[in-house]
Structures are given as C-alpha cells and as structure tokens.
C-alpha cells in the first residue's frame, strides 16, 4: 500500500516509519520546509529511543520519504493520516484549523475515479469525522471515506507502543475502509490483540476517555499521596496495597509532582469543553485539573516550608527537566513550574537533564545555570530537587553528594530512594506521600 502521513509531529514521524517498517511506502507532509530538510538528510527532529534505527533502514530502503509537497503525496497514496497538531484554543477547546485547513486542500486533490481513505490520526473532538468529510467533500471530484483513528503510544516507549499495540480503535461505518485499515494494522497485532472497530465518534470518545481517565486516577494517587503525608503513611506501600487487586491494576498509580506533557493536561480540558458545549458539566474533571495544577507546584512549596519562607540567596539543584523521562520534551513539565517558583523567591538555580537542557533553556535562558554534569549542579547548594525520574539519578553515589552539596537535603517529586537508607544516611529526606 502506499501511505502519506500529513505532519510529522511526534504522532506523525513515528507512525509513518513504523507503517514503512511493515513493508508499505510511506510518504511524510510537512509545510516546515527545514524539517523536511533534515529528515530528508537522514536527521531526525524528535529524541524518542529506538526510532532512529528504524528511520535510517526504512530510509535507506527508499520505503520512508519526505516532501513538503501534499498534491505529490496525496496523488500516490491510497491512505492519508493526518497527523496534525491539534492545540488548545484560547477557551481550552482544540483547535482544528490545520485539520481542516488540510483536508480541504486534499479535496481539491482527489480525482475522478479515485479512492481515498482519510484517517484522523490526531487527537480530535467528537464529530470531527464528520467535519472532515464535510470540507473534503466541498471540492472532491472522487471517492473518499474519512476514519478515526486515534493513536496511543506514549513518548519514550513510542516506537514498541506502535509496533505492539494493546489494541487498535478504528472508527468507520465503511466496509470498504475497514477492509483497508485491517490489512494495514494486522501486522501490528499478531500476537493476537484486537482491533476494534466501531463508529467514528466512539472512535473519538475513546482517545478522550482513555486519557482523562489515566490523568484522573494519577491525580487521585497524588491526592491518597497528600493524606498520606498528613495521617502518617507511606503512599508506595498503599500503591502496591491497592495494585494488587486485579481491578485496579499495578500502573500508572505513581504519585508526583503532576502529570504533565503535550497529552493529558490538553486532552482533559478539551473533554472538559466538549463536556460544557453540551451543557454537560463534568465536575470530576474539573477537580482533575484543579488538583493537577496544585500539584506542580509541590517540590517548591515544600522546599519554601523547610526554609521557613527564605528561599531568597539558596542555592538549589534540580535534576530532570523533561516532562518524563526518555524524552527532551518539556511541555507542560513540572519542573517548568517549580524552577519559576524558586526563581520568584529569590532563589539560585542549577540544573541538569540528560535530553531536555536545550529546550528548558529556550524557557529560563541564563536565569538558571545549566550543568553538563548531574553532580555538577551539587557544588555547594542548600538542596537537590528531583522531578523527573531518570534511571541515571535512581543510584547515585550519595556520599559524594553529601561532599558536594552544602546541606545534605533532598526533595524527591519521584520518590526514587528508600527513607530508611537516606536517614542512615544522614540526609533530611522529603518525598511525595512518604513519612516512614
Ligand atoms: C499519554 C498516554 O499515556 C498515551 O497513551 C497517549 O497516546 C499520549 O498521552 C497521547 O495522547 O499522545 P505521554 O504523554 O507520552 O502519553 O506520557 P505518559 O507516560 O502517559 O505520562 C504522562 C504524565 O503522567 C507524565 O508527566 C508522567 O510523569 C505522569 N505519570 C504517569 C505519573 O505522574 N504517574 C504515573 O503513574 C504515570
């Protein structure tokens, strides 16, 4: 089959390499012409663990391309992803211009005696389908079926996620583009997961649902976490209490300092407004977000309470900038939000991440100073502040940290070290939900 992938975001560059990967050839749209540059010469313009090996065989095997071109695409294609971003909008609702803007030159693409099957690979608000085909078909001479089809790999593990997929959501009410997308999707779930079809907007819905629903029961963690820090428990011994049960389940139960990223805290506040639009007013979201927003701000509310209100003149470490660890993204990052209350308070930052220094500066510039070394950043500060989990800062030589750093002190958002071993080791030890 041959593919074109319009936009290639995150969502786009893997999903296109990985369909390349299943022997299909692929084309990739992006109106960025230097992006298209650089994936041309073989670079690529997001960091995500094991896609370039990917990228480069299916490049070189002439399966994967690029171009800024959408006509050249769409003509050789049989199916068209639109990978597009879909940002929020002032009042929180996702904007779909570049969506729209898209499919309605795609309609003036499509020819007599052609078929074509578009699929919405982007996060998109119920009834968008029916919005795409409506402006596709303003101006299509051919034949054309609109899917959904949401994606719901995760950055860091993006390229396992599409290549072994839980499940597949594929909405459709066309025999014809069902057909297509099975043939396109079986060799992803050989291993005998399913793919689901169903109607376009429960196709939608799900994407929506799945998110909300992950960021809503991390944001109920944090909120057992902040109890547990007032009744005397320890939150790690009451997640794996709870995980157990098989109708809870053992993951994405980790509390923090909130979840962050281009996904959850856009995603919840579009249902939210979706919700609103029809008259719908979804309470429990709402606290979602309330609760999430707060919690960002955690590591430097706790740091202000030890320092008794001074954090003016303190020197402060944070190590992890990304909104997650395997990533260089810092959207939506928590330590986005604990860097800028420090700096309010007067307070000295250094910093250090692995991936996500050279975006975080584009936010703090020389307001923060930058080390090249994780325990380069510990020369003399009041305290270390941990807010992505790294697997490089779960063991670290604690005794040369007790010599670097001014004051043996440690707010850990991640809670990556046991209590007990930081007390024997003569650090003052705070953590999320944790006071044993
Ligand atoms: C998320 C979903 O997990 C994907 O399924 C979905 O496809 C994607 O959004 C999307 O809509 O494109 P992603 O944003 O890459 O993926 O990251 P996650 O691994 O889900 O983490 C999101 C946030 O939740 C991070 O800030 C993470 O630190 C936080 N988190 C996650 C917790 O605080 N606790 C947990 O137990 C798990």
Redesign the pocket.
């Known amino acids: 089959m041959k593919i074109a992938v319009v936009g290639t975001g ?2 786009g560059l893997v999903s296109g390499t990985c369909f390349a990967e299943t022997g299909h050839h692929v084309i990739c749209v992006d109106n960025d012409s230097s992006k298209v540059e650089k994936l041309k010469g073989g670079e690529l313009t997001i960091y995500e663990p094991g896609l370039d090996t990917v990228f480069l065989r299916n490049t070189k095997e002439e399966r994967l391309s690029f171009t800024t071109n959408l006509e050249e695409a769409v003509k050789v294609s049989d199916v068209i992803f639109l990978a597009l971003p879909t940002p929020p909008g002032e009042d929180g609702s996702a904007d779909l211009s570049y969506v729209l803007g898209v499919a309605e030159q795609i309609g003036h693409i499509i020819d007599k005696d052609e078929y074509k099957v578009l699929v919405d690979k982007s ?1 998109v608000p119920v009834g968008t389908a029916e919005k795409v085909h409506a402006v596709v078909a303003k101006n299509c001479k051919g034949a054309f079926d609109v899917v959904s089809n949401p ?6 593990v ?1 390229v396992d ?1 599409f290549l072994r997929p839980d499940r597949v959501v594929i909405g459709t009410s066309s025999e014809r583009a069902k057909e297509t997308m099975q043939r396109l999707y079986e060799p992803f779930v050989r291993q005998g997961n399913p793919i689901y079809f169903m109607d376009e907007r429960s196709a939608e819905m799900t ?1 929506y649902a ?2 909300s629903y ?2 809503t ?2 944001t109920f ?2 909120e057992i976490a902040n109890l547990c820090e007032k009744v005397g428990a320890n939150v790690d011994n009451v997640r794996i209490g709870m995980g157990s049960d098989g109708r809870i389940g053992k ?14 805290p856009k ?1 919840v506040q579009a249902l939210f407004k979706t919700a609103k639009e029809h008259d719908y007013d979804f309470k429990l979201l709402d606290s979602v977000m309330g609760v999430n927003g707060a919690q960002k701000f955690k590591l430097a509310e706790k740091m202000n309470a030890y320092f008794d209100g001074n954090l003016k003149g303190k020197k402060i470490a944070i190590w992890g900038l990304a ?2 660890p395997n ?1 260089d993204d810092i959207r ?3 330590a986005i939000y604990t860097i800028r209350e420090l700096l309010k308070a007067g307070a000295e930052v250094y910093a250090y991440d692995p991936e996500a220094m050279e975006n975080m500066k584009e936010i703090f510039g020389d307001q923060v100073t930058f080390v090249e070394h994780r325990y380069d950043a510990l020369k003399g500060v009041d305290a270390l502040g941990i807010v ?2 790294w697997n490089l800062f779960r063991t670290p030589d604690f005794n040369y940290m007790g010599e670097l750093m001014k004051d043996k002190v440690i707010f850990d958002g991640r809670n990556l070290y046991n209590t007990k071993d930081m007390k024997e080791l003569g650090f003052y030890y705070n953590s999320i939900g944790r006071t044993t």
Do not use: H, Q, W
Not at 151 to 156: A, K, N, P, S, T
Not at 251 to 264: A, W
């Open positions: 995150y969502v996060t994606e719901f790999l995760r950055e860091g993006a996620d994407k799945a998110n992950l960021a029961r991390i963690m944090n993951r994405f139960l980790f509390s923090g300092v909130g979840y962050g990223g281009s996904c959850f995603d909104f997650k990533t939506e990052a928590p992505t989990e």
